[in-house]
């Protein structure tokens, strides 16, 4: 439709953009769910069979519905669909020939093990199409993220354009992100402050840029934005949440756990990142920085060694330090005098369009109308245009009129002024508006919100039971949570399923400072701590087999609290009950890479100079001894390991020696020289423990560490059986860590035998990635590059040993010593007479970024001696 034939197409208000959803329905059913969501969360239309019933043949339906779409997304995994009778084609397929070719096309395929053989061809025929965006996804919360993503690229690229000069390319992408959060809803009136960032960062002379203002002003969300809107001149992306670090030394730790680099002591952090990011561009973003100030050298002191690096720090002041470049965070514009200007007018101003934005959520009835035009506009400016005091306020638009509310303001905020005339004025309203809404809760809430100030991070309902137990205003728990929630002092999320509550960060530091007035709480924070002492117990054994990657989630969604738990019972000398929580999650520690942080914690205890219960000193200096395992430069202290055996031995615990003597067993194959007898002579004791025997997971590791021993000792048989066990016994118990590590050994020893078999490894770097183990994924590569290197894939080999050796320059983590597999090869092809060939190829995996090389990994097409691989210039977007 055009305006007068010849305009452009004016769409009615309810013509949203239509997106089509290509897929076949049973097999993808919760894909297709996932998909739908991420399209409604951009109030786009998804365009679906199941939305509706309609009194058409299927083909003729759906050839209708994509002559009225606007996007083409199609979503692929085994099954090649169903062929109806005289037809040659399935539905699936005619859905993709259909899709107009100036349809926009973005693709999505699920890792499989096995495709239907006419599905295989038709992706190959779509990622020949240079017209079709093509990804790979893992499961249905990865695919909505990346819908919901590329969708909104997408609807920026196209504006782009059609804002653009005729002869100007739109926007090629965005850059790769790394955990930016995603945020709970648009940013509002903020166009102008981004535009004029974005700006900013694009220059090179302006690598550290500050976002100042007081709490609740908005900077976080602008620098969220910012990280989301970055072009294609960064690499990375990457959002680091300061908000739990209190020590100015562990900022730069803090950036390291973003970025994937693990400290490997053996030189300055900053010297680690800079080896890790060597030809990188980064974009990293520190967030909440003002109660770290004096850590702002630090970050000055990283800009020579991350050259290609740009900072962006959301601080309440400045940092104060050269080569900074300032930006005031200002409140949102504030509208004009209501007896001068009209409901259109007064919507025109970005602080009333968030107060309707919110209170609209809060109450869909809610609208800004004539009659209550004027209030609303007094609720803004008495708010001063602060983002989060004018989101708290409008929460409450189900309980209060605007006049009732604008009331309620007047009374307090000159109360609050005057009581705290040393913070700084806009400082004073944000937090008028958050004892505001405290005072509105009920007595019952308001005791509630002082008592989550003993949380530090996102916490459960569990969790919430437990440190509320037994008080009388605790009764209807769920109710009082509901109250703060719809008071927007309290937010809820999903993680894998399990709700979870949060705090916005000038929320939770009043509900902290509230909570240390409590005379009770010193036996909360213990009540805190004893309770995910509890949570460790409980899961446990989880960490074992088919419910595995369930517990790490668990653990993982409340990591904050139980570290703060750990440390806080370590500072009041429990330190017999922290090394229990350590011992039993040593599967969590070891796949989510926290091993340093813990290993320190039991380097404390060992030094702290308290005596020590026998199986406290065995789980320390245990711990100790297994993280020194990964960590180069550490001394490999076999003493330490016999004693921590000798000591289990004395207490009875049967299953601890066994892991004990399977730690021993690495340490002495790893020593310099190592003690090929006595490491045997260890993992066969292990392995001959009945409790050891009865443990899955644990059986099978020990079985690919006596294989290994073997293999050492040139027994190619005997390790092959070993590593074959163990794949059979992690396979029955459905662990895939144990999976992973089987496979990656059966891997390696069909590569000795000149007979590579790299599904082995495919499989591997499926299941680590499934886990979010990015060790394992090191592992498979390399695997990877010594099956190519075998059959004389020299670019193949070259370019996946590049990205191993990237990913570990990355995090700070070698193999295990006993556990060299791939440098003999790396030699062999440097020596021959296509080392340069090999070296190129090299160069271009070490910078391709990560996921386009677990894409190309996890590709089964081999890249043939003749074929092209991205050039560096290429490869780095």
Not at 19 to 42: D, H
Not at 367 to 376: E, K, Y
Not at 399 to 414: E, K, N, Q, S
Not at 746 to 774: H, K
């Amino acid at each position: 439709m055009t305006d007068g034939g010849s305009g452009p197409r004016i769409r009615t208000p309810d013509q949203r953009l239509r997106v089509f959803v290509s897929s076949t329905l049973k097999e993808l059913e919760p894909e297709r769910r996932a998909a739908r969501a991420a399209i409604e969360r951009l109030k786009l239309a998804p365009v679906m069979f199941e939305l509706g019933a309609r009194p058409h043949p299927p083909r003729q339906l759906y050839r209708a519905y994509l002559e009225q779409s606007d996007v083409f997304v199609a979503v692929y995994w085994q099954e090649y669909g169903w062929v109806a009778p005289g037809e040659e084609i399935s539905g699936l397929e005619d859905e993709w020939r259909l899709a107009p070719r100036d349809m926009p096309r973005l693709i999505y395929v699920k890792h499989a093990h096995d495709r239907e053989q006419r599905l295989n061809a038709l992706l190959t025929r779509i990622r020949d199409d240079d017209r079709a965006s093509y990804k790979p996804f893992t499961d249905a919360a990865e695919l909505a993220e990346l819908v919901e993503a590329d969708l909104a690229t997408l609807l920026a690229e196209r504006f782009d354009a059609s804002r653009a000069p005729a002869t100007v390319a739109p926007t090629s992408e965005t850059a790769p992100v790394g955990r930016v959060p995603v945020p709970f809803s648009d940013a509002v009136g903020r166009e102008h402050e981004l535009a004029t960032l974005l700006g900013w960062i694009g220059r090179d002379a302006q690598r550290l840029v500050t976002l100042v203002g007081p709490g609740g002003i908005g900077k976080s969300r602008l620098a969220i934005e910012v990280a989301r809107n970055a072009d294609a001149r960064f690499d990375r992306v990457t959002f680091v949440a300061l908000a739990q670090v209190r020590d100015p030394g562990e900022l730069l730790p803090a950036i390291a756990r973003e970025l994937g680099v693990r400290d490997t002591d053996d030189r300055p952090i900053s010297e680690q990142l800079g080896v890790a990011r060597a030809g990188r561009r980064d974009l990293i973003v520190l967030d909440n920085f003002e109660q770290i100030i004096d850590a702002a050298t630090d970050v000055v002191s990283l800009l020579p060694d991350l050259p290609g690096a740009t900072f962006i720090v959301t601080s309440r002041e400045r940092l104060r330090v050269r080569g900074e470049q300032v930006f005031d965070v200002e409140p949102l514009g504030l509208p004009p005098d209501p007896d001068e200007a009209g409901v259109h007018d007064v919507l025109e101003a970005a602080a009333v369009r968030l107060f309707r934005d919110r209170a609209n959520a809060a109450d869909p009835r809610f609208a800004v109308t004539d009659d209550n035009a004027a209030d609303v506009v007094r609720i803004c400016r008495a708010l001063e245009g602060v983002p989060l005091a004018i989101e708290l306020a409008a929460a409450r638009i189900r309980a209060l009129t605007p006049t009732a509310m604008l009331g309620r303001l007047d009374r307090v905020l000159p109360l609050l002024v005057t009581a705290a005339r040393d913070l700084p004025e806009r400082q004073r309203t944000i937090r008028a508006t958050i004892e505001w809404s405290i005072d509105l809760l009920g007595a019952d809430a308001r005791m509630l919100f002082d008592r989550l100030g003993v949380f530090t991070g996102a916490f459960s309902l569990d969790a919430v039971e437990a440190v509320t137990a037994g008080e009388p205003w605790a009764a209807d728990l769920l109710g009082t949570l509901l109250e703060l929630i719809d008071g927007s002092l309290l937010r809820q999320h999903d993680h894998h399923g399990l709700p979870l509550y949060s705090m916005l960060v000038p929320v939770r530091e009043l509900a902290t400072a509230r909570f240390e007035l409590d005379p009770d709480a010193a036996a909360v924070r213990r009540t805190h701590a004893e309770y995910y002492v509890r949570l460790a117990a409980e899961t446990e054994m989880l960490l074992r087999g088919a419910m595995q990657s369930t517990a790490l989630d668990r653990l993982e969604a409340e990591r904050d609290d139980l570290r703060a738990g750990c440390r806080h019972l370590i500072a009041v000398g429990e330190v017999d009950v922290v090394a229990d929580v350590v011992w039993r999650l040593f599967l969590y520690w070891w796949v989510r890479s926290l091993l340093p942080e813990v290993k320190a914690w039991m380097e404390a205890v060992l030094e702290s100079g308290r005596p020590l219960s026998p199986r406290t000193r065995a789980i320390a200096l245990a711990f100790s001894s297994w993280v020194a395992l990964w960590q180069p430069d550490s001394e490999i202290r076999t003493e330490r390991i016999d004693e921590a055996v000798a000591l289990f031995r004395a207490v009875g615990d049967e299953f601890s020696v066994g892991l004990a003597l399977a730690i021993a067993s690495l340490s002495y194959t790893s020593a310099m020289p190592a003690d090929l007898d006595r490491a045997e002579e260890r993992q066969r004791s292990a392995l001959a423990l009945d409790a050891v025997r009865h443990d899955a997971t644990f059986h099978s590791l020990f079985e690919s560490v006596l294989g290994r021993i073997l293999h050492l000792r040139g027994d190619s048989a005997g390790a092959v059986e070993c590593y074959e066990r163990a794949r059979e016994l992690a396979g029955r118990a459905g662990d895939e860590f144990a999976e992973r590590i089987a496979l990656n050994q059966i891997g390696w020893s069909r590569i000795a035998a000149g007979e590579p078999q790299p599904e082995l490894f495919r499989r591997a770097l499926e299941l680590s990635m499934r886990l979010r183990n990015e060790d394992g994924d090191a592992y498979a590569l390399e695997g990877l590059a010594g099956s190519a290197a075998v059959v004389g894939d020299f670019q193949r080999a070259g370019f996946l040993f590049g990205a191993a050796e990237a990913l570990r320059a990355r995090t700070g983590l070698h193999e295990q010593r006993s556990y060299s597999t791939y440098q003999p090869f790396i030699d062999a092809m440097l020596a021959t007479d296509r080392a340069a060939e090999f070296e190129a190829a090299r160069v271009v995996g070490r910078r391709m970024p990560r996921r386009t090389v677990l894409e190309i990994a996890l590709d089964r097409e081999p890249v043939s001696a003749d074929s092209e691989i991205p050039r560096p210039s290429e490869a780095s977007s």
